[in-house]
């Protein structure tokens, strides 16, 4: 049986946390989220939390800075109020929506009031996402500049039609331009793919990942198509104006996928993302890894998610309810739940069995006495790695990989 729901708490005015949050906190690092809500057109199969021009019910993109920062100065005070110690950043992350919608400088002045407030590590990790429709060169340099060092492009596809489905603004063409000019500007690179739009065939696919794979990034996201609830995609999809992606596709597309990056030298370290790594290099993402091992990050901005030991906390969605609560020096958060013991580990399994790391075998007997019995199905149907199994870790192999939710729905069952 699955654990009990999250306590759930009213999130207090004052944004005080309680005191599981700083149990233990020296042994967990400390990233930060910084979410950009906004997006020039709104893609039809998106539902993250960006609005359009149309959309601001009066809120400013001109302001939004300004309004983060007083986030940041909150943060700060609420951490060191609530008893946790300071600890250096050891990634940034700026995702939205649409970061680069910003000037240069807005990014800046928010990661510089970041790094005043709690320092930063050698070495640390600073993304950006970008739209590959809105960053030159000049933009690129000035963030290379300010201390960003890393950028991701959301490419999704190399197929003129299977854009137009997505209804992304950008051409194909448009992915060397942004990816050289941003090597050239010293930043790391990743591209974000999705398979399974509508129509996609498999050779379509094939064309997209032999299109990312020869702009020499290094690192690759791929995912599969998600059809949420509410969007333009659901509903023509619903009305047979588009067709379902298909699920055996999606697989085909997932192996090709593996077999054309490894090929190419990148590694498989989360089900969905690849990267460069050797004894030199190691181009997975540190902030992406974070979250993944369940470290402490405050999320900053309209929506945004943060989760301090256990407790996790989610803002306001609308950028303009964010404004007003930030105005008036009153925490932004919305809602907050105090995850228990059992469900913290229930979370890991979730979470580490994407990983190329593994989950320990012990941590999923700990959850489920029935774990042992799973595991030898797993190795016996080859979905995790045996002789890892063996030693007391978790693999999943290509196979496991197509089929990794529902390993975790027998652990957690
Ligand atoms: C915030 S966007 C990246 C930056 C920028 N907004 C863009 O789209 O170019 C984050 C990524 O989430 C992925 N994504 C968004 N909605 C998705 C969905 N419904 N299914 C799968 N992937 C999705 C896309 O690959 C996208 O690049
Ligand atoms: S995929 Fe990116 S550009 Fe498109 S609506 Fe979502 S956040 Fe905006």
Redesign the pocket.
Known sequence: MAGPLPIADPAPSDGLLPQQASEAAAERSFHAYVHIPF?RV??GY?D?N?YTATELEGASQSDFAATLIREIELSSKILEESGLPKRAMKSVFFG???PTQLPAADLIGILTRLIDAFGLDDGAEITTEA?PDNVGVDYLTTLKAGGFTRISF?MQSAVPSVLKTLERTHNPEKLPLVVGAAKTAGLETSVDLIYGAPGETLEDWRVSLEAAIALEPDHISAYSLIVEDGTKLARQIKSGLLPEPDEDLQADKYELADGLLKSAGFDWYEVSNWARRSELLDNRSAHNISYWQSQDWWGYGPGAHSHIGGVRWWNVKHPSAYSGKLATDFSPAAGRETLDERTRLEERILLEIRLASGLSTDLAKSVNPDAAKHIAGFIADGLVDAAEAIRGNLILTLKGRLLADSLVRKLLA
């Open positions: 997006c709104r893609c998106c993250f960006t939205g929506g649409t739209n959301g």
